[in-house]
């Protein structure tokens, strides 16, 4: 289990390294209107505008800009989701037959996958946070930063807000990793397990389902995800500084003043950036079949 769940950490981090542009991207899309740092006639209007914009404003760097926490937090994360799964299905579909009871069946890989990334998030939620200050943090200079790297972020919130200011908007990501992990693991287990053989499942078949699967749960997820890195960007701030005075204040702000659709902002990013999730998903399944 550690094993293979190593081996597909070590390929996603590869993955997280090359598509790093693009998860900045996304963060830029999402969290804009909540940062003290991006005007409101300087907002980005899409993925393309930032494409173009941020290697002119703050060097094409900037595009890598927090991926330290986010390959440090990839270790831990994967290999306790997938350690994690393993001790969770044993609780949910211990004497489970898929055949007889499939939607109790269904239902225990549901509950496996959540609880498992639920568990994990517990314990890299400070690196999770920090990575998305840091690429939110624009600007060309160091004097334009409010943060020089990931242990000076990790310092200042802590003296600004306590332990409490590293885990703003945990509430919501717990959420948000429940449906996403759900979906996840619990329907591509699903749909795995009601192959005639699973174990030799071509790799494209394969492939095809890890990428509705990842889609899905990443459209699904993804307004948890705009509310939770919202809440990201209140820790440091005081006062009228402060935009949301809560979760459901954020959600209820979100809607009103800028629309459903601002829940899905650089949603399609994000998206395009999981069709390399689906296909680590399946490299791990065709690795487990040799070990």
């Known amino acids: 289990t550690y094993l293979s769940g190593g081996c597909r950490c070590s390929s996603r981090l590869a993955l997280g390294v090359l598509a790093s542009p693009d998860q900045n991207t996304y963060f830029y899309l999402q969290v804009q209107h909540a940062s003290k740092q991006i005007a409101a006639d300087k907002q980005y209007k899409g993925i393309i505008d930032c494409v173009v914009r941020i290697p002119k404003e703050q060097g094409v760097l900037s595009f890598w800009r927090g991926n330290l926490a986010n390959v440090i937090r990839y270790f831990p994360t994967q290999a306790l989701n997938f350690a994690f799964k393993d001790k969770y299905k044993q609780v949910f579909l211990g004497g ?28 890299v939620y400070p690196l999770d946070f920090a990575r ?13 930063r409010e943060f020089s790297g990931l242990g000076d972020c990790l310092v200042k919130i802590t003296k600004s807000d306590g332990l409490r200011g590293l885990y703003q908007g945990f509430n919501v990501s717990v959420q948000g990793i429940i449906i996403y992990r759900a979906a996840y693991f619990g ?24 990428q509705t699967v990842t889609a899905v749960a990443g ?12 809440m990201m960007m209140q820790s440091g701030r005081k006062g009228a500084d ?18 459903g659709k601002a829940f899905f902002k650089g949603a399609w990013s994000n998206v395009l950036r999981g069709m390399g999730g689906a296909f680590v998903l399946v490299l791990y399944d065709e690795f487990k079949k040799v070990i």
């Open 187 to 210: 329907i591509y287990d699903t749909a795995k397990g009601m192959l005639p053989d699973p174990r030799n499942t071509h790799i494209v078949i394969s492939w095809m389902i890890a």
């Open 242 to 259: 402060i935009m949301y005075s809560g979760t459901i204040d954020c959600w209820r702000k979100i809607a009103r003043d800028e629309g």
């Open 132 to 144: 998305t200050r840091l690429a939110a943090d624009v600007g060309k200079a160091g004097a334009d």
């Open 219 to 230: 459209v699904v997820s993804y307004p948890f995800d705009t509310v939770r890195r919202r």
């Open 96 to 123: 489970v037959d898929k055949h007889t009871q499939f939607w109790r069946y269904f239902a225990g890989n549901l509950a496996s996958g959540g609880a498992a990334g639920a568990t994990s998030l517990c314990f």
